[in-house]
DNA sequence: AGCTCTGTTCAG
DNA sequence: CTGAACAGAGC
C-alpha cells in the first residue's frame, strides 16, 4: 500500500520543485493514515521524510520519530500485542463468570510456563480456544493458559499496562471524528502520534484543545492546537521539540496526520469498529484511542453537518474536518507551522505554508522585481 | 472517483 | 500582508 500511495503521490506531482518534493512528502501522511490499517502507516511516512528537509518536518512527524524510536523496539510488537487485545476479551469472558477458578486452579505451575513460552500467539489462544471447547478434555490446560497468560502477559507486556492510563483520552474528542480507519490503519503509528501528541500535552490540556475543537473556528483552531507549536512557530528546529501538534499529521497527518493524521480516514464502519472498541480496558495504545474516536466519529458534529461523504478527513489535531486530503494535508501545515513554500526570490526568505500564498506574496511584494526582470 | 494544484476569498 | 479554507480545473 504504502509504495502505492507513494508513488502516486509523487506521480501525480506536476511542477514539483524543490518545494514541492519536500511538500509532497508530508502530504503522505493523511493518505497513509487513511488506508494503512494495520501497520506502518506513519512508519513509512517516518522513514521517507527523515531525510528530506529539515526545516519542515512537521512536529508530529518528529514526534512520531521520537514515538517510535522509544517504542520502535515494540512498536512493531505493538501491533503484534493487538493480538493480545483479544486476550483481553478472553479475561473479560473469564471474568464475565468462565469459571477461572476450575481451570486456572491446578495448572498454573504448568500454564505459566507453557504461556510464558507460548507469548508469541495471543491469538492462538482465542482461535486455539474454540478448538479447546471441542477438545473437552484438554480444555483446561488451554484456559488456564489464557488466563494465566494474561496475567502474564499484562505484567510481561508494560504496554498493556500502560493503555490504561489513555483509556479515555482527549483522543476520544479530538480524534474521534476520524479514526476510525486512521486509528485502526495506524494502530501503531496513528494512535501513536495522537496520542502522544495529546500525552505530550497535559491531560488536561489535551482534553481542552479537542474538545474547543469542534466549533473551532479558523482562529480558534490554531490557536488552541498551535500553542505548542507557538514555541517553536514555524522555526525549522523547533518542530522536532514541537510535541504538540499531533496533527496529522496526524495528518500529517495527519496529520495526519494522520496525519495523519494521522490520520484521518472516515468513512468508516462505525458500527464495524465499535464492537472493537467496546472493551474499555487496558486496550493498548493504539486500540484505547480508537474505540472513542469511534463513537465521536459516527455522531460528529461536525460530519453531521455534511453528508459524510463530504468531510472525510478530519485534523486529528483540531477535529476540523476537510472534504480532501490535500486540503487535510495543508490544514496541517497550520499545527505543524510547517512552511514548505519559500520565496524564491533572492532577498526574501519568506517561507509560506501554502503556495498559492507564496504565489501570492511574490506578486504582491516581488512583483516589482519580477517585472523587471 | 479521487486527488492534487491553483486561484479566490474570508478573516485577523 | 498573511494565514487559512473553499471551489474549480486538470490529471
Known amino acids: 500500500m504504502a509504495m502505492h500511495l507513494a508513488s502516486m503521490v509523487h506521480g501525480s506531482g506536476r511542477e514539483r520543485d524543490a518545494h514541492d518534493h519536500h511538500y509532497q512528502h508530508q502530504p503522505q501522511q ?22 528530506h528537509f529539515s526545516t519542515h518536518i512537521p512536529p508530529q512527524h518528529a514526534d512520531y520519530q521520537y514515538q517510535r524510536h522509544p517504542q520502535s523496539p515494540p512498536s512493531p510488537p505493538v501491533e503484534e500485542q493487538k493480538p493480545s487485545l483479544p486476550s483481553i476479551s478472553s479475561l473479560l469472558h473469564i471474568a464475565d463468570g468462565d469459571k477461572p477458578a476450575h481451570e486456572t486452579v491446578g495448572q498454573s505451575p504448568k500454564s505459566q510456563s507453557q504461556s510464558q513460552s507460548q507469548h508469541p500467539s495471543p491469538r492462538l489462544r482465542q482461535e486455539q480456544q474454540p478448538g479447546i471447547s471441542s477438545m473437552a478434555g484438554a480444555k483446561q490446560q488451554p484456559e488456564s493458559r489464557s488466563e494465566q497468560q494474561f496475567s502474564s502477559t499484562i505484567v510481561s507486556h508494560p504496554r498493556m499496562t500502560l493503555p490504561p492510563t489513555p483509556p479515555m483520552h482527549p483522543d476520544s474528542v479530538v480524534d474521534g471524528n476520524q479514526s476510525p480507519s486512521s486509528t485502526s490503519t495506524h494502530s501503531g503509528a496513528g494512535s501513536y502520534y495522537l496520542g502522544q501528541s495529546l500525552n505530550n500535552m497535559e491531560p488536561h490540556q489535551q482534553r481542552q484543545i479537542g474538545a474547543p475543537l469542534g466549533p473551532v473556528k479558523r482562529t480558534s483552531i490554531p490557536q488552541s ?107 496541517s501545515h497550520s499545527h505543524t507551522g510547517e512552511k514548505p513554500y519559500k520565496c524564491p526570490q533572492p532577498g526574501c526568505g519568506k517561507a509560506f505554508s501554502v503556495r498559492s500564498n507564496m504565489k501570492r506574496h511574490e506578486r504582491g511584494c516581488h512583483a516589482s522585481t519580477t517585472l523587471t526582470t
Not at 493523511?30 to 531525510?51: E, F, N
Open 30 to 51: 493523511p493518505l497513509q493514515q487513511t488506508h494503512y490499517y494495520h501497520q506502518q502507516p506513519q512508519r513509512s511516512y517516518a522513514a521517507s521524510h527523515p531525510a
Open 225 to 331: 492546537s498551535m500553542s505548542p507549536y507557538s514555541t517553536s512557530s514555524y522555526a525549522p528546529s523547533p518542530y522536532t521539540s514541537s510535541p504538540g501538534a499531533a496533527s496529522a499529521a496526524s495528518f500529517y497527518s495527519p496529520e495526519p496526520h494522520p496525519y495523519q493524521m494521522g490520520m484521518y480516514g472516515q468513512r468508516s464502519l462505525p458500527s464495524n469498529f465499535q464492537p472493537q472498541m467496546p472493551l474499555p480496558v487496558p486496550t493498548p495504545s493504539g486500540n484505547g484511542s480508537n474505540p472513542w474516536q469511534h463513537h465521536h466519529y459516527i455522531s460528529t458534529s461536525s460530519q453531521s453537518a455534511f453528508p459524510q461523504s463530504q468531510d472525510r478527513y478530519i485534523c486529528s489535531t483540531c477535529n476540523k474536518a476537510f472534504s480532501r486530503p490535500s486540503s487535510l494535508r495543508i490544514h
